[in-house]
């Protein structure tokens, strides 16, 4: 990870909406990650509101049985698989359970400096044209 897990506070406000809204958070990052994934390019609306069915989701097994963390497994997973990052279902699994607001944020984190990535050799590329 660029990020460590507990360098959430280095970005507060995606933090603290992880820790008051942590569906809406997620909507926001599945959306990004689907779009880079679909488009390899950054999402121009950078998740959007995040409200949308993967929020409600999320949203709906935590107020029914606080299982929302599940939904995080299989995107944290993708990403650790997208940058080639160690570790494995049972630390992914141990994080989002323990550290929901923390991991969110980090994966947040990372998206963001993989859709930097992706801008700046979009621009390139123009630049070399």
Not at 87 to 105: I, M, Q, R, S
Request: aromatic share 8%; glycine share 10%.
């Amino acid at each position: 990870w660029h990020y460590g897990l507990f360098s959430c506070w280095e970005d507060a406000g995606t933090y603290c909406m992880s820790c008051w809204c942590p569906c809406m958070v997620y909507g926001r990052n599945r959306q990004r990650l689907d779009h880079l994934q679909e488009n390899d390019t950054a999402d121009p609306e950078h998740g959007g509101s995040g409200c949308d069915a993967d929020c409600l989701m999320h949203l709906v097994l935590n107020a029914c049985c606080g299982f929302g963390w599940v939904l995080q497994l299989g995107q944290r997973g993708t990403l650790r698989a997208r940058h080639h990052i160690d570790g494995g279902p049972v630390n992914d699994c141990l994080t989002a359970y323990f550290c929901t607001p923390c991991e969110l944020t980090q994966e947040s984190r990372e998206l963001e400096e993989e859709e930097m990535a992706v801008s700046n050799a979009g621009r390139q590329a123009s630049n070399n044209r």
